[in-house]
């Protein structure tokens, strides 16, 4: 089967021969067998033919932070915090992510199934063709494998491509509580051995912040992560300026997520072993906080910047990437280029997967949107309306 895209208004991707964004026009793209074979003025004939109307086409998007492996969201403790209450007040009247967690230990494998699926319904058709999916409200042996066997599951019967990441510490379970020595020696004796074993998560990851996995902590949890052939991932320098940034220099980390408090010095260091930042703009506007992540000065220091949404029960209910660019362009100060950019390519390659998707050239798998606009300026400048024309998710055009 093959397609070919003709009539494109403008073409927005990252081009690996150019090292940067390109914007072309009166282009066409053929795609066969799932993949994009050629790009250029006049491409061959094929079986089909889509007319895009002059509309922008970008690469779907890759969205490389989220946490969907839940059962309710906690709109509640929403609730809570606009009345003033704190997150420590939350988790004393039962809420916060213990009651996540409770619920997750709970659930079927069916009933998860179907909340995850829902869940991967609404990002497909918000232009998002894949998602980084990270386990973390079960914490316990039984519950996280449940967790990583429901995204598997997920992935085989969705259009949309999840990359799973296990997060047994994402923080200590009640049962542990007085004991946090002992959950974390559970992480690295059983849980990541027999998470490799399973052979579904390509990562882990860790909280590493106050209150939650202190640098020691994290450091051994990602160390023995490493040896068993998982690569990490950190929230880093969320609450304070804690140190996750510079273990994930020192790990080698493929990315420190958050980073709103990360010092210069911790900056440089990601800088100079290659540990991408990911930034998620949509969480700190969710807590209605004003200390985005430095962006400006990142970039300036040549530090490479991916987008994500960090969608989750509790801090943040945002699904859509083009809602991501616009908070990324109004408060972070990115330009849009830079901002589609971090929300395909760089997402693409902080989860391992440029070769092969998060930028429309020849030889990658054919995930493109077609919006229903025709230019590329006007997804930050639209806020929350993006209509989409078409999404085709490797060659196969959903709608
Ligand atoms: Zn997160």
Not at 53 to 66: E, N, Q, R, V
Not at 138 to 150: I, Q
Not at 218 to 229: D, E, N, P, V
Request: hydrophobic share 40%; net charge negative; proline share 3%.
């Amino acid at each position: 089967m093959s397609l070919k895209l003709i009539n494109i208004g403008e073409l927005v991707t990252y081009n690996s021969e150019k090292k940067s964004m390109v914007i072309l026009k009166d282009i066409e793209i053929a795609i066969e067998n799932g993949k994009i074979s050629d790009i250029g003025t006049l491409v061959g004939d094929c079986d089909e033919i889509l007319d895009c109307k002059k509309k922008l086409i970008t690469p779907g998007y890759i969205d490389s932070h989220t946490h969907p492996v839940f059962v309710n969201s906690r709109y509640n403790d929403f609730f809570d915090r606009l009345s003033g209450l704190t997150y420590k007040n939350i988790q004393e009247k039962g809420g916060g992510i213990i009651s996540s967690i409770k619920d997750v230990r709970k659930a079927s494998y069916k009933k998860l199934i179907r909340c995850v699926k829902d869940r991967m319904d609404r990002f497909i058709n918000m232009g998002t063709t894949t998602v980084e999916c990270k386990t973390g409200y079960g914490l316990s042996l039984e519950s996280e494998l449940k967790s990583l066997d429901v995204l598997d599951k997920v992935n085989s019967i969705h259009e949309i491509d999840i990359i799973a990441t296990f997060m047994g510490a994402h923080a200590i379970p009640p049962e542990y509580t007085n004991n946090r020595s002992d959950y974390v020696k559970i992480i690295c004796d059983d849980m990541i051995p027999s998470v490799k074993k399973q052979g579904i998560a390509i990562f882990n990851d860790v909280f590493c912040e106050e209150g939650y996995f202190s640098i020691e902590e994290s450091r051994k949890i990602m160390l023995t992560a490493k040896l068993h052939g998982l690569f990490n991932r950190i929230h880093a320098d969320e609450f304070n300026d804690f140190g996750g940034g510079e273990l994930a220099a020192e790990t080698h980390a493929i990315s420190a997520d958050h980073l709103m408090n990360i010092s210069e010095k911790n900056i440089e260091k990601m800088v100079d072993n290659g540990v991408i930042g990911t930034l998620l703009p949509g969480t700190t506007f969710s807590l209605g906080i004003n200390n985005y992540a430095p962006y400006k000065k990142m970039k300036e220091m040549g530090l490479e910047i991916a987008l994500a949404t960090d969608y989750n029960p509790g801090s943040c209910n945002i699904k859509s990437m083009s809602f991501i660019i616009s908070l990324a362009c109004i408060f972070l100060g990115m330009n849009p280029l830079d901002a589609i950019k971090a929300a395909t390519y760089t997402s693409a390659k902080s989860l391992l997967i440029d070769k092969v998707t998060g930028s429309i050239e020849v030889g990658k798998n054919s995930d493109i949107v077609v919006w229903d606009f025709d230019s590329h300026i006007k997804i930050p400048f639209m806020v929350t309306n993006h209509p989409i024309k078409h999404i085709i998710k490797s060659g196969k055009l959903l709608n």
